[in-house]
Nanobody, 121 residues
């Protein structure tokens, strides 16, 4: 059983900062790419940032220069440092990871339960 658990969401004023954390646990063999996604009500889930096992990153244009994704492979953690937050960043953020779990014959995509970020104007 593999789980991803996010933490760090909450309420912050515009211009403020938050750091999201995501911990992977369970029968994990290898974690490939990890990432953060977000989804507003009635809209499709969008990629916010991704990071490969080797540390290569990718960001959606709207967060470039404001958000930073990082990971700790030994601790099986991924982080999202969010600075200069805007009201339009108010959505539920989801952690995701490509994981090769013990007992499986292929890599599967796993998702966390989501954490709410609310930015007040």
């Amino acid at each position: 059983q593999v789980r991803l658990v996010e933490s760090g969401g909450g309420l912050v004023q515009a211009g403020g900062s938050l750091t999201l954390s995501c911990a992977a646990s369970g029968t994990i063999g290898t974690i490939n790419a990890m990432g953060w996604y977000r989804q507003a009500p009635g809209k499709q889930r969008e990629m916010v940032a991704t990071i490969t096992r080797g540390g290569n990153t990718n960001y959606v244009d709207s967060v470039k220069g404001r958000f930073t994704i990082s990971r700790d492979n030994a601790q099986k953690m991924v982080y999202l440092q969010m600075n200069s937050l805007k009201p339009e960043d108010t959505v539920v953020y989801y952690c995701a990871a490509e994981i090769f779990a013990y007992g499986r014959i292929k890599v599967d995509n796993y998702w966390g339960q989501g954490t709410q970020v609310t930015v007040s104007s």
